[in-house]
């Protein structure tokens, strides 16, 4: 289901952030997309805490990813 795999990408990156960087989109141009301040957005690419499903499915949109593939838990857990 996620075809990134987790050794390339940092370890502490959460999967928003590793889609985000293999898409090549700026975290200016997400927050823009989401429609929330810049710092809003910075904080969702944390690993934890988890986003609410209602934001993961509203970044998934703006990724064009499923939700699916931004939840880190079905990696076992956050990629440390």
Same mark, same amino acid.
């Given at each position: &289901?996620?075809?990134?795999?987790? @050794? $390339?990408? =940092?370890?502490?990156? !959460?999967? +928003?952030? =590793?889609?985000? @960087? &293999?898409?090549? %989109? !700026? $975290? =200016?141009?997400? =927050?823009?997309?989401?429609?929330?301040? &810049?710092?809003?957005? %910075?904080?969702? @690419?944390? /690993?934890?805490?988890?986003?609410?499903?209602? +934001?993961?499915?509203?970044? #998934?949109?703006?990724?064009?990813? #499923? /939700?699916?593939?931004?939840?880190? $838990?079905?990696?076992?857990? /956050?990629?440390?």
């Amino acid at each position: &289901h996620v075809p990134l795999h987790p @050794e $390339t990408f =940092a370890p502490d990156w !959460s999967l +928003i952030r =590793a889609w985000r @960087e &293999h898409l090549n %989109i !700026s $975290t =200016a141009d997400m =927050a823009a997309r989401l429609g929330v301040d &810049h710092s809003i957005y %910075i904080e969702l @690419e944390r /690993p934890r805490p988890r986003p609410r499903q209602v +934001i993961l499915d509203r970044v #998934s949109e703006a990724l064009g990813v #499923s /939700p699916d593939q931004l939840d880190d $838990t079905l990696l076992g857990g /956050p990629i440390h």
